[in-house]
């Protein structure tokens, strides 16, 4: 992408089922190959987030590192400022970190999903802010209750990190916009999406907007597609809709989610029509061409979702992008 097309960066994600004999090849890789960020996965059961940020900016070179993203509910906030802090202290301007309601499945599964998501990632964010910054946090919220905390002079990181919150709906955006320095926004995202996204966001200040999207570089755009396709068997069920809805075919892919007798049947029975807007799958030139219509939307970081099963070999093909 040449310097004149290009009004944001580019990151790829690590992802979360990498075989462990690949994770650091995998960052050492995405790093040389010229990538912006690389954001690592915190979902539940598979690895924990900051331990694999620390593994990936120990062991690459320059390459900006964000973690997406921490549960609110799952971690006490004084205990992951500590561990935000040490990270950014010792790879300073490299680290970025999301925080969010977590998926409510997940998080009922675990006792950890609050009465008021809200008012908890409202509180969580700002207190995490306030000791990063390090300044005291005297707080006594519904979930946030600190007595005088404040980080030791000695770990308080000269470049304070990025804070994203990552949601989806109306009112977290909303929040988002006022407490965060930058919005996470997980895939599916369209241009469409991204700017219905930002009139509730509503930011006043400089808000960086991190797009994930399931990506697959190939020189034949069918089998690119094809490839992409399992990517899109989540798809259908409530929580997806404020993605779909901008598009305005949602009530029909919703009815083709209740008619298909299995997930994959549902993803393997999608038009191509919608498929191709919901998957950054293609060539190099049409995948480089999407990126640029998600930086003029208001994406400030595209994040490429590769897809396995050889994940270092798909890292290559996305590097085509670059």
């Not at 009530?251 to 998957?279: H, I, N, Q, V």
């Not at 070999?313 to 996305?318: D, I, P």
Request: glycine residues 8%; charged residues 20%.
């Amino acid at each position: 992408m040449s310097p004149q097309e290009t009004s944001g960066t580019i990151g790829v994600l690590l992802p979360r089922d990498i075989h462990r004999a690949d994770l650091i090849a995998f960052a050492q890789e995405a790093d040389a190959y010229g990538f912006d960020e690389l954001w690592v996965v915190e979902d539940l059961g598979y690895r924990g987030g900051p331990v694999q940020a620390a593994t990936v900016l120990s062991c690459t070179r320059r390459i900006r590192v964000g973690v997406g993203l921490l549960p609110a509910g799952a971690r006490n906030v004084a205990f992951a400022a500590m561990e935000a802090a040490t990270l950014a202290q010792l790879h300073p301007g490299r680290l970025d970190l999301a925080v969010g309601h977590g998926m409510p499945d997940w998080m009922r599964s675990v006792g950890s999903w609050p009465a008021s998501p809200l008012t908890l990632l409202g509180e969580y964010i700002h207190t995490l802010k306030t000791l990063l910054a390090g300044r005291t946090a005297d707080t006594d919220g519904r979930y946030i209750r600190l007595d005088g905390l404040r980080l030791d002079p000695s770990v308080v990181p000269e470049h304070v990190p990025d804070i994203f919150a990552g949601v989806r709906g109306p009112k977290s955006l909303a929040l988002a916009g006022e407490v965060a320095d930058g919005t996470l926004l997980a895939e599916p995202v369209t241009p469409e999406y991204v700017r219905q996204a930002l009139t509730s966001i509503n930011p006043q200040r400089p808000h960086r907007l991190a797009a994930y999207n399931i990506a697959v570089v190939d020189d034949d755009p069918h089998a690119a597609l094809l490839a992409a396709r399992p990517a899109l068997q989540p798809l259908g069920d409530p929580d997806w809709a404020p993605h779909i809805v901008p598009l305005g075919f949602h009530d029909e892919l919703a009815a083709l989610r209740r008619t298909s007798k299995s997930a994959r049947d549902f993803a393997r029975a999608m038009p191509e029509e919608w498929a191709e807007r919901l998957l950054l799958a293609g060539t190099p030139g049409q995948v480089r061409a999407r990126v640029q219509d998600l930086f003029e939307s208001g994406v400030t970081t595209a994040v490429l979702s590769p897809v396995g099963p050889d994940y270092r070999s798909a890292l290559a093909n996305l590097a085509k992008v670059l």
